[in-house]
């Protein structure tokens, strides 16, 4: 046991060094594939031995922990906000104010760091190990989000070198250009809205309930301060330093210098500099850098008297409103486009601005003819900030939010509680059409090899193409007489569809583009049902019994067969020979597993829910999702509501609990 337990300790600690390697240092030591296989290594043992585990071990990096609210609790040192500044003149008065309290004769030097846009966080650390994260919330007190932390890989669960026993370390979580574009693209597939901007999904994010969803998030977390009592250090600068000894991420664009002239050259080298960072930063935090000089000038009631934030103005210009045109997205979905007089702002010209929905149309009191601001700050689309109350377009070009679908006239329609409004003729719409086959096509779903977004329009403008399985109607002596289309790109795209026919199943159920199925739901649905028949019969407690699978979802897709077309489309899809159910993997058929049903709820020690189930399943077993008269075994982990088993001892099924179901396995 002893020689088991010191492994563990190894990989763990051998598992952290890789990761402040590859994540802090950016210095790998062994390749993606060989950290994956030690984790692994790590992460049978620590299931074999589960009375080893430790809440700080790298395989907690996964997440898993699901919290349903998060504890209030006090900081310990509270957490204070900064006062701030748009002006160089205001920063020579705060000079001013340093030399009034501080004497005349003293040195003063500044440290200078970015002021990174995104959710504050304070760290507690016991004995080198992370112990707790929480949100500023009103500074006094903030919410306790460490599970959810835990997973940021580029915050260290285990600290380096000569970290003093218990202290508090601030920092800003904050979610880097790329993840954020990425993140969007997704929700763009799913026609969902698009995220407005970095700083709000990182924080948003934070708070999810599941962990594992904030693991997928490519959240990472810079630190700025300490907090503590008898901290070893003596300056800011030394502070930031010796962080970055422990194994923290701690920007390398801090700088010290002595002199506000000096404070003023660094806020103009990172003007333009910050634009091609590649997170958000919204301006500069000038510091006293003298923990003594910082304990002499202390607090406000708010915001230390040692520090001030400059802060970039975001680029503003002002335009005219020529028009509103309103854009029918793939899911119906129509959004407000301000179109404006062209402008220049930070080097682009801007033509077109988001109005996210009639409620912001109504709120800016908007008229054609007005002058309005445009700002193009954090937000990947430029934004209206407001009106010039002095140049207001006239009452009568007020702008009414439409009442028909621009492009098919079809009424719209708001639901109750939503901003947006739909166009619900999702079969007929042109736009919907479009976007629906565009998005069956794409790389994510079917991946049609020759067949591009341009193609389908035009196909569709001809009339070949009006609905998904259209698709597979095509012949080559329609297509070619259309401009542009040569014999070789034609048998490429007819082989590029042909070939799609072997896509797996869930590939094309999130090519249908049903509402809120994404990839990942639509492996689990395809998963839990099997084929396409037995999830169009799926009632909503059925769909909802599944793993991830919650009521939205369930009532999107449930609605989504309701309609006849959809039925039809779907039966059309089948004839022309698509994956419309799962592979029955490989099995190893044990005759007590065969045919029968059985129930698995709750959590196991030994393996997980999903594990247990494909285990199952290879046995040749079904997974059903709800107890009822017809099932023949229910597998009980820790945790499992009580209703299910009352309803499994109503009905006389055999209940397993852990070890029994391991026995009954074994008997065979
Ligand atoms: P504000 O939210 O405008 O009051 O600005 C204060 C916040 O700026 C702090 O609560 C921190 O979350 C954040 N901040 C970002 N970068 C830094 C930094 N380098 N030093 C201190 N605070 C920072
Ligand atoms: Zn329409």
């Known amino acids: 046991m002893e020689e088991i337990k010191n492994q563990i300790e190894t990989l763990r600690q051998e598992l952290h060094d890789h990761n402040h390697r590859y994540y802090i240092l950016d210095e790998p030591m062994i390749s993606d594939y060989e950290f994956d296989q030690l984790l692994q290594t790590l992460q049978d043992l620590e299931k074999k031995y589960p009375d080893l585990s430790d809440p700080n071990s790298p395989t907690k990096r996964v997440g898993g922990g699901i919290t349903k609210s998060f504890e209030t609790v006090p900081h310990k040192h509270p957490m204070y906000s900064l006062s701030n500044t748009y002006s160089k003149v205001e920063l020579l008065q705060w000079e001013e104010r340093l030399k009034k309290a501080l004497g005349e004769e003293a040195q003063i030097e500044f440290t200078c760091e970015l002021k990174f846009d995104g959710a504050s966080i304070s760290l507690t650390y016991e004995n080198g190990v992370l112990v707790k994260a929480i949100t500023r919330g009103d500074g006094v007190q903030g919410d306790n989000i460490t599970t959810n932390v835990k997973t940021i890989k580029t915050i260290p669960l285990k600290l380096k070198a000569d970290f003093p026993k218990f202290f508090e370390i601030r920092g800003e979580i904050l979610l880097p250009w790329e993840g954020f574009h990425k993140m969007n693209e997704q929700r763009a597939a799913l026609g969902e809205p698009l995220y407005r901007n970095p700083r709000n999904t990182a924080s948003g994010s934070l708070k999810l309930q599941d962990s ?97 934030a400059y802060k970039y103005k975001a680029e503003q210009a002002s335009t005219r409103l020529n028009d509103v045109q309103y854009q029918v997205g793939r899911t119906g979905v129509v959004t407000p486009v301000a179109q404006l007089e062209p402008v220049l702002i930070s ?71 939503e901003a947006q409004h739909y166009c619900v003729n999702d079969l007929n719409c042109p ?87 994404g990839e990942t739901v639509a492996k689990k649905l395809t998963e839990e049902f099997g084929s396409i028949d037995q999830l169009a019969e799926a009632s909503i407690v059925a769909l909802t019994n599944t793993d991830e699978i919650g009521d939205r979802i369930a009532q999107s897709v449930v609605a989504y067969f309701v309609q006849p077309e959809n039925r039809k489309l779907v039966q059309a899809l089948k004839d022309f020979g698509l994956q419309l159910e799962s592979i029955a993997p490989v099995r190893d058929i044990n005759e007590a597993f065969l045919g029968k049903k059985f129930v698995v709820s709750g959590v196991f020690e030994a393996f997980s829910r999903e594990d247990l189930k494909a285990e199952i399943e290879f046995l040749g077993g079904k997974i059903v999702s709800s107890v009822s008269s017809k099932i023949d075994y229910l597998v009980a982990g820790e945790g499992m509501g009580p209703s299910k088993k009352e309803k499994a001892i109503k009905f006389g099924i055999t209940i397993l609990d852990e070890n029994s179901y391991q026995a009954f396995k074994q008997t065979l």
Not at 440 to 447: L, P, S, T
Not at 458 to 472: A, F, M, P, Q, T
């Open 212 to 308: 594992r969803i904030v693991a997928d998030r490519p959240l990472t977390c810079f630190l700025y301060s300490l907090a503590g009592d008898s901290l070893p250090v003596s300056s800011q600068f030394e502070a930031l330093t010796k962080a970055r000894e422990w194994g923290f991420m701690v920007p390398e664009s801090a700088e010290k210098v002595n002199s506000i002239d000096a404070v003023f050259d660094f806020i103009t080298s990172w003007e333009q500099k910050r634009k091609s960072l590649p997170f958000e930063i919204d301006g500069i935090v000038i510091k006293v850098n003298s923990l003594f000089q910082q304990d002499e000038l202390g607090f406000t009631s708010k915001a230390p008297r040692w520090a001030i």
């Open 347 to 417: 080097g682009t010209t801007v033509k077109r601005a988001s109005l996210h929905n009639a409620d912001q149309i109504q709120k800016l009191d908007l008229r054609i003819g007005d002058l309005i601001f445009v700002e193009k700050g954090g937000e990947i689309i430029p934004k209206i900030t407001g009106i010039d109350p002095l140049n207001r377009g006239s009452l009568e070009d007020r702008v009414v939010f439409i009442e028909h679908c621009p492009e098919c006239y079809s009424p719209l329609q708001r639901e109750e509680g």
């Open 431 to 517: 736009p919907q059409q479009i976007g629906k086959i565009q998005h069956f096509i794409g790389r994510k779903a079917m991946d049609i090899e020759g067949l591009g977004g341009e193609t389908v329009s035009l196909l569709y403008k001809e009339g070949l193409l009006n609905s998904i399985d259209d698709l597979y109607r095509l012949r080559k002596e329609q297509i070619l007489p259309i401009e542009r289309m040569a014999e070789k790109s034609v048998t490429n795209l007819l082989e590029g569809i042909e070939k799609s026919k072997e896509k797996p199943f869930a590939k094309v159920l999130f090519g249908l583009g049903i509402r809120f199925i």
